[in-house]
């Protein structure tokens, strides 16, 4: 089993910069990626970012590239988010998962999920 625990959500203005942080524990030498999603009430859970966990290579969607970069530390066993330039449409429940992939018919599964952090953007 390995647990995932998300810190750093809050309320900011639109324009500011806020970082997530996710420390996993337990197995963590079964993790092979991890990666954020966020999701807002009525709709699915949706990736954000995502990183391999041994070579490293990032994932990010359209709608956050040049404003989101999404890092791992294999030693603390942790992986960021450094959100810039947020906008309100940024506005979710974020969280961090641990050995994501696709499912037929395109939609994300994960073997492990965080609690999830609140991030707000204020226009």
């Known amino acids: 089993q390995v647990q995932l625990v998300e810190s750093g959500g809050g309320l900011v203005q639109a324009g500011g910069s806020l970082r997530l942080s996710c420390a996993a524990s337990?197995?963590?030498?079964?993790?092979?990626?991890m990666g954020w999603f966020r999701q807002t009430p009525g709709k699915e859970r949706a990736i954000v970012a995502g990183?391999?966990?041994?070579?490293?290579?990032?994932y990010e969607i359209d709608s956050v590239k040049g404003r989101f970069t999404i890092s791992r530390d294999t030693v603390k066993n942790t992986v960021d988010l450094q959100m810039n330039w947020l906008k309100p449409e940024d506005t979710a429940l974020y969280f961090c998962?641990?050995?994501?992939?696709?499912?037929?018919?395109?939609?994300?599964?994960?073997?492990?999920w965080g609690q999830g952090t609140q991030v707000t953007v204020s226009s």
């Open positions: 998962a641990a050995n994501y992939g696709r499912v037929p018919g395109g939609a994300y599964r994960s073997d492990y």
């Open positions: 337990g197995l963590t030498s079964t993790i092979h990626n």
């Open positions: 990183v391999s966990w041994i070579g490293g290579a990032t």
